[in-house]
């Protein structure tokens, strides 16, 4: 690895796993209460009780209690929060490849390969294999 000027890219897996993760819970909570909004707008065996969006929370926090948006979110944050965390991991190390030293500027060929790298690595983990 090329090394100008004395410093070296810095690589912590860790400290980009735990952000990443991180970065994923907090958008899966932020966003989960509209999904269930969605869900609950698509079935049609409960759809007609409600106006709108605002309504249907409402609706939901009244019946439900405020945990009734957040049925059902156990699955995801085990999963999309973890394969957020690999995502970042591994957007650096691509990255890390590429940048001469700590202090290069990367060009948008070198953020579209870590981007392409880090996008292969996510997509083998969860997707099944067929042989």
């Known amino acids: 690895m090329a090394n100008n000027g004395g410093q070296e ?40 009780r409600y106006h709108s969006t605002l309504h249907a929370i409402f609706t939901i926090v009244r019946e439900e ?10 699955s995801p944050l085990a999963t999309v929060a ?22 290069a500027v990367p060009t948008i060929t070198q953020i579209t390969l870590a981007g392409a790298g880090s996008g292969i690595v996510s997509s083998c983990v969860p997707t099944p294999l067929v042989s």
């Open 65 to 74: 209690r405020f945990i009734g948006l957040f049925k059902g979110i156990t």
């Open 82 to 103: 973890l394969m957020n965390g690999l995502v970042f991991a591994s957007y650096r190390f691509f990255m890390k490849l590429q940048l001469p030293h700590a202090d």
């Open 9 to 48: 890219v810095a690589l912590n897996p860790t400290v980009d796993f735990v952000a990443g993760t991180i970065a994923g819970m907090a958008s899966l909570v932020v966003g989960f209460p509209f999904d269930t909004v969605k869900v609950r707008f698509q079935n049609p065996s409960v759809s007609g």
